[in-house]
């Protein structure tokens, strides 16, 4: 099993452009997380779901930002304008049905100029 | 509201003295708390949970609900620990998973 799978595993855009990233958890998995990684914040959860169900999107910073779930393979987390604040590590993690743990990707490094 | 604090960021000690990464944790219920490590160029990992109370690569932590605190520690560092370890609280476990809380995260470099 390859684990989570993240693309792009890098990505450089300028400010203004939209921005989607990709995510594919560990197959029978029905819980997905993502993450924001940054110095100053540190590790930080946006958003997660259940059965492709968006549970808590309470740390969601605002509009800009949205994700998906379209089935039990994929999401995504798009950017829309993208600003140079947004600039981070985005991880994207999986579990299973009330798991020990979840299971991390190797995080897509966003920079924005 | 739940918070987790790791009170220092960067950690070094040499090889063969004993480490502790300290991790605090603020919560009204009763917490599910973890200990994930990164690797230089790896994912981030479980190391331990609480609730197993087993010990991981030598690494072992108590739960001290007095003290809110839950503490890694190894009595003899090797080279290989040289890492970042977060520490992590799980809120609202139901019946559904809950939401972690990540520490800032405490960098451990160990020394030869």
């Known amino acids: 099993d390859a684990g989570v799978i993240q693309s792009p595993r890098h990505e450089v855009t300028e400010m203004g452009q939209e921005v989607t990233l990709r995510c594919k958890p560990i197959?029978?998995?029905?819980?997905l997380f993502w993450y924001r990684q940054t110095m100053m914040r540190g590790l930080e959860l946006l958003i997660y779901f259940n059965n492709n169900v968006p549970i808590d999107d309470s740390g969601m910073p605002e509009d800009r930002f949205s994700a998906k779930m379209p089935n039990a393979s994929f999401s995504t987390l798009k950017i829309q304008p993208s600003e140079p604040r947004d600039s981070a590590v985005y991880f994207c993690?999986?579990?299973?049905?009330?798991?020990?743990?979840?299971?991390f990707g190797p995080g897509t490094r966003l920079l924005v100029l | 509201a739940q918070r987790v604090t790791q009170p220092e960021k960067l950690l070094s000690v040499f090889k063969g003295a004993p480490v502790e990464l300290k991790c605090n944790y603020s919560?009204?219920?009763?917490?599910?708390l973890f200990w994930y490590v990164q690797y230089s160029r790896q994912r981030l990992q479980l190391l331990l949970r609480h609730i197993s109370r087993e010990s991981i690569k030598g690494f072992t932590a108590d739960l001290n609900k007095g003290e809110t605190s839950f503490h890694l520690k190894k009595p003899f560092a090797q080279e290989e620990d040289s890492a970042m370890y977060y520490c992590a609280l799980e809120s609202d476990r139901g019946s559904t998973l809950g939401r972690l809380y990540f520490g800032r995260g405490t960098q451990l470099t160990v020394w030869p």
């Open positions: 993690a999986s579990s299973p049905p009330r798991g020990e743990t979840q299971y």
């Open positions: 919560y009204s219920g009763s917490p599910e």
């Open positions: 197959s029978g998995h029905d819980y």
